[in-house]
Structure formats: structure tokens, C-alpha cells
């Protein structure tokens, strides 16, 4: 993960104070399209307001050098750093706490419905599926994968942008102390708890002053959405409104499983929705969202229908072995914007061959309109020195045909039937679609065969 998309004009008088540096700057007006903390990404530029974090492992100060030769002008460091004097350099005590106070200055630029979710299991998951229930019905901004983390959660709430109405992120924590940094950031007005179990316990005494920890992230929010249960409401705030859901005493939502269906009892109405997965953990997951839905006034006959479509959902990039020696990246079931800056980073990180082919969807949920959209693609591709670039779907063929070394399909079966899958030899290989195109189908295409002997 590494840089992200905006395009805000700041003062460095103002970032002086959001920061906040140890020595201000001098007066100077900084249009930034990016923030980034990843020195290696090929998207670095004299726009960029680079992070130098501290990692376990890494120190970003000490590639600052060669960031500056790439053209980067704007540096927030927290160790004294020699670089030229046209470099704006903002001296803090700690640039991951600069970085989250930067993107909380942000976060409140914007006052659309967000909604948080956290717990020990599901939390990817809900949102995932979530995202796959409203996306029809709201622009969404989401966390990319499972960026749930200190570093994470910043970096995904920074890319909102003003097409979007609604924000679905998460958030995880291992200590006591770190949930507070992580409310200012995404300032939820709807929170979700899920399932509270054994996961990170050996941060926390117990399992209750994990839950106490948790449910900091709702001290702002209007309503907290979660399955009703003792622990809850033994700890809940007095004054956050509960919306609640169970299956075996009373809640706002009441659900009862029958055979491969749920039952759904909420005030007047009851109605069954099919199952599209049957064990607990996804039947609690389900749940969870049909109860978020009920809140949003999303209608009953939407709910029935849209419910049983739920996919399963991919948590990380695979990376796998491919015919020819090549090496595939499989991100074959999300395509939205956000995640395909991800993916290219990773294909640059990754590559085992000069040689990099994307085959990409139509792009879902970006925030932009259309011709925006793929603008900044092919701007994405075109700096990640993408060597060819397959399209497939309508739309992606329309707008990026005058990328150089751009071949479009209208689908995935038009694609295997009509290309030359042979052809592809000695290169790295993204592959990255939305679900609707199953692009699966082409990772077991050009997967490598592994043939046992028997």
C-alpha cells in the first residue's frame, strides 16, 4: 500500500498547524494530488506529500534522496534530513500521527453518512458484502481489501472524493490506545460491531476490555448496529443509540433459521431470504447486513433479491505460477479505482520480468465520472510503465483505445475465444476484474498445470 488520490490546494501555514510541525515552515501555496509513504511507488511526483514512516524493518528517511530526484518537493519527516532548499520539509515528533491528523482534517471536509465496523471476526467480510448490497443504490467509498490498520485506515479515508455518499471502512487494533487515533480519522456516524472473539487477545486483559476499546470507535456516531448479547449491553455507552439484532431473544431485528433460508421478523414485517452460504460465521455475517439494511430503509423485495447474489469474497492479491514462465497476479473479483493503485504497486513490487501486461474490467464505485475515470487510469497505467494493457467491457474499450499497446474486448468469453493465450510468455501479469466478468476464467486458463505422476 503506498499512494493515494486527491487533489486538495493547502497552505503550508495550514499544515503547519494540522501537522503540527516542530519549526513552521515558511508561507507557500501546495496543490497536492497525492500522499504517499511508499518510496518505491513509480507514482511520486512534485505533487506528492510523502510520509516518511518508521517500520520495523524499513526507515522511508533513508530514500528521501531518491525521492527528491524523482521530483518530489514535499516531505513530512520526524529526523533531521538533508535535502536541497527548494524541498519543503515539515518536522514532526511522530509522522504516523501527522499522517492520521492530515487525513482527519480531511475526513471532516466531507458529510456524507459513513459507516465503521469493527470486532475481532467478519469485518472484511460485512463490508465486502455490504459493498455488494448498496453499490447499486449509493456511490460507495470503501477500505481497499483489509486496510484496517493505523496506516491503513488513513490511507483509505483519504480518498474520498465529492462523487461519493456514502463510506464503508474498518477498523482493527491489537493495543489499548490505538481505536481513539482511528475514530478521528474515519468519524463514523453508523457503527457496526461484529463478532467479538479470540482474535488479537493478547493485546487486551480480557475480553471486555477489548470490547471497551473497540466501541471507542462509536463515541461520535448516531446509531451502533451489532447482534444484542450481555457483553454489549453491559458496556455500551448510555447514550448510543443501539439497533440491534438476534436470533434468540428479542432486538429491533429478529432473525430464525429455517433450513437454507432466514426468517426475518422487523416491526410489521416478516419476510424469508434464501441463503446463499450456510455456516455460522457467514449466517451472522448475513445478518449483520440485512439489519444495516433494514436501517438504510432499503426495501423488503431489494433485501429478498439482492441478498442471495451475495460472493464470496478474495482478502488478498494471490500471486501464482503462469504458462510460459510468466507470473499472474491474481485480483480477479474487484475492480474499483482505489484498489487498482494497489494492484499496480504490488505488480511493480512483484514483477519477475521487465514485461507487464494489466488485463483490467470495466471499473465500478470509482466516485468519478466516466471519462474521469479512465483519464486517471490510463494516466495510472501510463506512469506504472505498463508494457500492454487488455480492456474488456464497453466501457474501458471506448476510453482507453488510444493507450498505446491497448487491445479491448467486449467480454471475458469473447477474450478466450479470440486471443492467442500462448502469446502471453516471460512477463508479469495482473489480472483485474469485477465479479460480473469472471475473470477467473482466465487465471485458470493461464495458470501453469502441474501434472502428478501416479
Not at 464470496?312 to 497476479?329: E, P
Request: include cysteine.
Amino acid at each position: 500500500m503506498g499512494i493515494f488520490w486527491l487533489n486538495m490546494k493547502i497552505t503550508s501555514g495550514t499544515l503547519n498547524e494540522i501537522l503540527p510541525t516542530i519549526a513552521s515552515v515558511a508561507e507557500k501555496e501546495l496543490t497536492l494530488l497525492d500522499i504517499s509513504i511508499d518510496s518505491r511507488s513509480l507514482r511520486n511526483t512534485e505533487n506528492t506529500l510523502f510520509f516518511a514512516l518508521k517500520g520495523t524493518n524499513h526507515n522511508a528517511h533513508d530514500y528521501l534522496t531518491d525521492l527528491y530526484a524523482k521530483g518530489v518537493r514535499y516531505f513530512v519527516v520526524s529526523q533531521q534530513v538533508h535535502l536541497p532548499q527548494d524541498a519543503l520539509v515539515f518536522k514532526v515528533d511522530d509522522t504516523l500521527q501527522a499522517l492520521q491528523r492530515f487525513v482527519a482534517f480531511y475526513r471532516k471536509t466531507y458529510h456524507f453518512p459513513v459507516i465503521g465496523i469493527t470486532g475481532s471476526n467478519g469485518k472484511t467480510i460485512v463490508k465486502e458484502w455490504l459493498s455488494q448490497l448498496l453499490s447499486p443504490l449509493y456511490n460507495i467509498i470503501k477500505s481497499p481489501k483489509s486496510y484496517n490498520s493505523q496506516v491503513g485506515v488513513p490511507l483509505s479515508v483519504i480518498a474520498i472524493n465529492e462523487e461519493h455518499n456514502l463510506g464503508i471502512f474498518e477498523a482493527g487494533i491489537s493495543k489499548p490506545g490505538e481505536m481513539n487515533r482511528l475514530e478521528k480519522v474515519i468519524k463514523p456516524t453508523i457503527g457496526i460491531l461484529t463478532n467479538i472473539g479470540p482474535a488479537h487477545n493478547e493485546g487486551f486483559s480480557s475480553k471486555e476490555e477489548k470490547l471497551q476499546e473497540k466501541l471507542k470507535l462509536f463515541k461520535a456516531s448516531d446509531i451502533l448496529i451489532s447482534e444484542k448479547t450481555d457483553l454489549i449491553a453491559a458496556y455500551k455507552p448510555e447514550k448510543l443509540q443501539w439497533f440491534s439484532w438476534s436470533f434468540n431473544q428479542s432486538a429491533n431485528v429478529r432473525f430464525e433459521k429455517i433450513g437454507s433460508t432466514l426468517k426475518v421478523n422487523y416491526l410489521d414485517k416478516t419476510f424469508m431470504v434464501d441463503l446463499p452460504f450456510n455456516d455460522l460465521a457467514s449466517i451472522e455475517n448475513i445478518a449483520t447486513c440485512i439489519t444495516v439494511l433494514l436501517y438504510l430503509n432499503v426495501t423488503v423485495d431489494y433485501i429478498i433479491k439482492a441478498v442471495p447474489q451475495l460472493q464470496t469474497v478474495q482478502m488478498r492479491l494471490q500471486v501464482k505460477k503462469g504458462i510460459n514462465d510468466c507470473l499472474l497476479i491474481d485480483d480477479s473479483y474487484s475492480s474499483d479505482y482505489q484498489s487498482l493503485k494497489i494492484a499496480l504497486d504490488f505488480l511493480e513490487q512483484q514483477k519477475t520480468h521487465q514485461q507487464k501486461t494489466v488485463i483490467l474490467s470495466d471499473i465500478f464505485q470509482s466516485g468519478f465520472l466516466p471519462e474521469v475515470l479512465y483519464q486517471k487510469v490510463g494516466q495510472l497505467l501510463t506512469q506504472n510503465h505498463v508494457s500492454r494493457v487488455i480492456g474488456i467491457g464497453d466501457k474501458i474499450g471506448s476510453y482507453l483505445k488510444d493507450i498505446p499497446q491497448f487491445q479491448s474486448f467486449p467480454d471475458t468469453e469473447t477474450f478466450l475465444n479470440n486471443f492467442n493465450l500462448k502469446s502471453f510468455r516471460n512477463e508479469t501479469i495482473l489480472i483485474k476484474g469485477s465479479r460480473s466478468f469472471l475473470f477467473e476464467k482466465i487465471v485458470t486458463e493461464l495458470e501453469e498445470k502441474t501434472h502428478e505422476t501416479v
